[in-house]
Nanobody, 127 residues
Framework: QVQLVESGGGLVQAGDSLSLSCTASVRTFSTYVMAWFRQAPGKEREFVSGISGSSGRTRYADSLKGRFTISRDDAKKTVNLQMNSLKPEDTAIYYC????????????????????WGQGTQVTVSS
Protein backbone atom coordinates (compact mmCIF):
# COMPACT_ATOMS: atom_id res chain seq x y z
CA GLN A 1 0.00 0.00 0.00
CA VAL A 2 1.32 3.40 -0.98
CA GLN A 3 0.62 6.39 1.21
CA LEU A 4 1.10 9.92 -0.01
CA VAL A 5 1.22 12.98 2.23
CA GLU A 6 1.19 16.49 0.81
CA SER A 7 2.45 19.60 2.53
CA GLY A 8 3.17 23.21 1.75
CA GLY A 9 -0.21 24.64 0.88
CA GLY A 10 -1.42 27.93 2.22
CA LEU A 11 -2.73 31.42 1.52
CA VAL A 12 -0.63 33.67 -0.69
CA GLN A 13 -1.09 36.79 -2.76
CA ALA A 14 -1.15 36.96 -6.51
CA GLY A 15 2.38 36.97 -7.88
CA ASP A 16 3.81 35.04 -4.95
CA SER A 17 5.49 31.65 -5.09
CA LEU A 18 4.68 28.50 -3.19
CA SER A 19 6.29 25.08 -3.02
CA LEU A 20 4.35 21.88 -2.42
CA SER A 21 5.88 18.63 -1.33
CA CYS A 22 4.60 15.07 -1.35
CA THR A 23 6.24 12.29 0.63
CA ALA A 24 5.57 8.70 -0.29
CA SER A 25 5.77 5.60 1.83
CA VAL A 26 6.86 3.03 -0.70
CA ARG A 27 10.01 0.97 -1.06
CA THR A 28 10.63 1.43 -4.76
CA PHE A 29 9.71 5.11 -5.07
CA SER A 30 12.10 5.69 -7.96
CA THR A 31 10.05 3.42 -10.23
CA TYR A 32 6.76 5.21 -9.62
CA VAL A 33 5.24 7.83 -11.84
CA MET A 34 4.35 10.84 -9.70
CA ALA A 35 1.96 13.64 -10.56
CA TRP A 36 0.16 16.66 -9.22
CA PHE A 37 -3.48 17.38 -9.88
CA ARG A 38 -5.74 20.13 -8.65
CA GLN A 39 -9.41 20.62 -8.14
CA ALA A 40 -11.12 23.95 -7.77
CA PRO A 41 -14.63 24.26 -6.28
CA GLY A 42 -17.25 23.13 -8.75
CA LYS A 43 -14.68 21.94 -11.26
CA GLU A 44 -13.27 18.59 -12.27
CA ARG A 45 -9.89 17.42 -11.09
CA GLU A 46 -7.27 18.48 -13.61
CA PHE A 47 -3.71 17.46 -14.39
CA VAL A 48 -1.03 19.92 -13.34
CA SER A 49 2.28 18.16 -13.83
CA GLY A 50 3.87 14.72 -13.80
CA ILE A 51 7.29 13.15 -13.64
CA SER A 52 8.29 9.68 -14.75
CA GLY A 53 10.28 7.30 -12.68
CA SER A 54 13.76 6.30 -13.84
CA SER A 55 14.04 8.89 -16.66
CA GLY A 56 12.66 11.77 -14.62
CA ARG A 57 10.99 13.19 -17.71
CA THR A 58 8.56 15.95 -16.81
CA ARG A 59 5.20 16.92 -18.25
CA TYR A 60 3.00 19.92 -17.66
CA ALA A 61 -0.47 21.14 -18.44
CA ASP A 62 -0.03 23.52 -21.35
CA SER A 63 -1.54 26.43 -19.44
CA LEU A 64 0.99 26.08 -16.62
CA LYS A 65 4.23 25.68 -18.52
CA GLY A 66 6.79 28.21 -17.43
CA ARG A 67 5.23 28.92 -14.04
CA PHE A 68 5.25 25.50 -12.38
CA THR A 69 8.19 23.12 -11.98
CA ILE A 70 8.01 19.54 -10.81
CA SER A 71 10.96 17.65 -9.39
CA ARG A 72 11.60 14.48 -7.46
CA ASP A 73 14.12 13.35 -4.89
CA ASP A 74 14.19 9.58 -4.96
CA ALA A 75 16.47 9.35 -1.92
CA LYS A 76 13.94 11.28 0.17
CA LYS A 77 10.95 9.73 -1.62
CA THR A 78 9.48 13.12 -2.33
CA VAL A 79 8.04 14.96 -5.29
CA ASN A 80 7.89 18.72 -5.26
CA LEU A 81 5.91 21.32 -7.15
CA GLN A 82 7.36 24.81 -7.32
CA MET A 83 4.67 27.30 -8.26
CA ASN A 84 5.66 30.81 -9.31
CA SER A 85 3.71 33.89 -10.31
CA LEU A 86 0.59 32.48 -8.74
CA LYS A 87 -2.79 33.71 -9.90
CA PRO A 88 -6.20 33.66 -8.20
CA GLU A 89 -7.28 31.01 -10.71
CA ASP A 90 -4.61 28.70 -9.27
CA THR A 91 -6.71 28.44 -6.14
CA ALA A 92 -7.59 24.78 -5.61
CA ILE A 93 -6.90 21.71 -3.59
CA TYR A 94 -3.69 20.20 -4.91
CA TYR A 95 -3.35 16.43 -4.88
CA CYS A 96 -0.32 14.22 -5.21
CA UNK A 97 -0.82 11.01 -7.16
CA UNK A 98 1.26 7.95 -7.93
CA UNK A 99 1.10 4.86 -10.05
CA UNK A 100 3.33 2.04 -11.17
CA UNK A 101 3.11 0.14 -14.43
CA UNK A 102 6.72 -0.90 -14.65
CA UNK A 103 10.04 0.89 -14.89
CA UNK A 104 8.55 4.30 -14.24
CA UNK A 105 6.60 4.34 -17.48
CA UNK A 106 4.43 7.41 -17.99
CA UNK A 107 0.75 6.64 -17.44
CA UNK A 108 -0.71 9.84 -18.84
CA UNK A 109 -2.55 12.86 -17.44
CA UNK A 110 -5.94 11.31 -16.68
CA UNK A 111 -6.82 11.08 -12.99
CA UNK A 112 -8.23 7.60 -13.58
CA UNK A 113 -4.74 6.38 -14.48
CA UNK A 114 -3.44 6.90 -10.96
CA UNK A 115 -4.09 4.35 -8.26
CA UNK A 116 -2.71 6.19 -5.25
CA TRP A 117 -3.73 9.62 -3.99
CA GLY A 118 -2.87 11.92 -1.15
CA GLN A 119 -5.42 13.80 0.93
CA GLY A 120 -4.73 17.09 -0.78
CA THR A 121 -3.46 20.46 0.35
CA GLN A 122 -5.29 23.75 -0.07
CA VAL A 123 -3.71 26.53 -2.07
CA THR A 124 -5.48 29.87 -1.99
CA VAL A 125 -4.26 32.82 -4.03
CA SER A 126 -5.77 36.19 -3.18
CA SER A 127 -5.94 39.02 -5.68
Amino acid sequence: QVQLVESGGGLVQAGDSLSLSCTASVRTFSTYVMAWFRQAPGKEREFVSGISGSSGRTRYADSLKGRFTISRDDAKKTVNLQMNSLKPEDTAIYYCAADWVGAGTWVGPAPSAYKYWGQGTQVTVSS
